[in-house]
């Protein structure tokens, strides 16, 4: 399966991606970890500890749904089960990206539980925000050590919203996705523009 011209082109996008949010600082070290859907069992996932600026074919895997590898000699990291429930949530879905950006980590700290993002333009990106004003309420979970407990409130989350397109990790950054790698890639731009707004609106309410 990793021969597969949807394999060859979906690790191509995801390399991409890479190259790129590690160029804005947001992949620190070998943090991260992207997944894009093969087709309606299979996904193709980074390896374990990875840097993302150097990705190629051979630093993906190719898991299915239940979470055993069809492709590659290395384990998944454990964080690829999130990704899963994601995928089996969503038929549409087609591509996770995880960051680690400096804003999204302090955010994801200083906010357990939700952070309310209201009155950015940005939000039109997001699906299910035509208002602005009204904006969205962003989940900001606990980084539980058993990812099966934190995959099942990630689940309930997106059963409660429908239109729910990213969550955070308590100091591990943010998660958003798409039926696309690109679609992905634009919500981490303007999640990541509104952190950007938030870390800064706090620091000048000080």
């Known amino acids: ?10 690790v191509r996008l995801l390399a991409e ?15 991260g970890h992207f997944s894009a859907r ?8 980074t390896a374990p500890n990875r ?4 990705l190629d074919r051979h630093d993906f895997l190719v898991v299915d749904l239940d979470g055993h590898v069809v492709a590659g000699t290395e384990e998944p990291a454990p964080e690829t089960f999130l990704h899963i429930i994601m995928y089996r949530h969503d038929p549409q879905l087609g591509a996770v990206l995880h960051t680690h950006s400096v804003h999204a980590t302090v ?11 209201r009155d950015y333009e940005v939000l039109r990106e997001l699906p299910g925000v035509e208002n602005p004003s009204r904006g969205l309420n962003l989940p900001v979970f606990a980084n539980e050590p058993d990812v099966q407990q934190l995959a099942a409130r990630v689940d309930a989350a997106m059963s409660r919203e429908p239109n729910l397109a990213g969550f ?3 100091g591990h950054g943010l998660y958003t996705w798409g039926a696309s790698v690109e679609l ?3 919500r981490v731009e303007a999640f990541e523009f509104m952190f950007q707004c938030e870390t800064l609106a706090h620091q000048m309410s000080r």
């Open 184 to 186: 992905a890639l634009h």
């Open 38 to 45: 093969l087709d309606d069992r299979h996904i193709a996932v």
């Open 168 to 170: 955070m990790i308590g």
């Open 1 to 10: 399966m990793d021969q597969s011209p949807e394999f060859q082109a979906q």
């Open 107 to 117: 955010l994801s700290r200083q906010f357990p539980g939700t952070l309310a993002l």
């Open 51 to 54: 840097e993302k600026s150097f």
């Open 17 to 31: 991606a890479g190259r790129d949010l590690s160029a804005r600082g947001w992949l620190p070290a070998r943090t």
